[in-house]
């Protein structure tokens, strides 16, 4: 059970999440089950311990397949837990690196509509139908511009100039993967950061 499943009935108040550096290449997270081994440094609420904090096991995510993700329970503050690998989108389905090869695909195609066959073809075996489609990169689009503004916001003095777009702080950065880097840099920000790569829920679009 997810903890939106869990929080949907009542059984948590709270539920937290916390960046979890992962080591190994994105693909053995899967082929390992990294989340077995994942251990927590310490309660957020209670770094001082003695609240019994516990594992309670891991929740799955639909991608990529076979995901999961380890989570913790402390009973002191009645709250769920979680370690997000830093590879993988907060709160949206998929890698940081999928929803940002999403959003470049429009940015480079000039608009959702000219890009949506190219990111989701209608012949392909999971095809998800032109509205589902567009729903889909829409949501990415509209959080990935959000995370990159207050990006702007957060770090003024390190981005003097940068378009709130995935090719103007690629140029900035002189780096591949524009969504990873930023959440490493903004790693202290991430709280405040919407998702995918923070995550502060509200406003989310």
């Known amino acids: 059970m997810s903890p939106r499943v869990w929080s949907t009935r009542g059984l948590v108040s709270t539920i937290v999440q916390l960046l979890w550096k992962y080591p190994l290449a994105d693909e053995r997270y899967v082929s390992d089950c990294a989340w077995n081994d994942a251990t927590l440094c ?23 397949a076979g995901t999961r993700i380890p989570r913790w329970w402390c009973p002191k503050e009645k709250a769920s837990i979680s370690l997000l690998p830093v590879f993988l ?57 959000a ?26 950065l002189s780096c591949g993967e524009v969504l990873r880097t930023l959440r490493e840099l903004a790693e202290r920000h991430l709280s405040a950061l919407p998702v995918p790569l923070g995550f502060c829920t509200r406003g989310q679009p």
């Open 42 to 64: 310490g309660c957020p609420f209670h770094p001082d311990g003695g609240c019994g904090v516990e594992k309670l096991g891991s929740y799955p995510r639909i991608s990529p």
């Open 147 to 172: 995370a990159l503004l207050a990006i702007l916001t957060l770090l003024p003095e390190r981005f003097v100039g940068v378009a709130p777009t995935l090719a103007g702080f690629r140029k900035a």
């Open 89 to 145: 989108a907060a709160r949206l389905s998929g890698t940081l690196a999928a929803v940002e090869a999403t959003v470049a695909a429009v940015e480079r195609a000039g608009s959702i509509a000219a890009a949506v066959d190219v990111i989701h073809p209608p012949e392909a075996e999971d095809a998800i139908g032109l509205v589902g489609a567009v729903r889909s990169i829409r949501r990415r689009v509209r959080a990935v511009r």
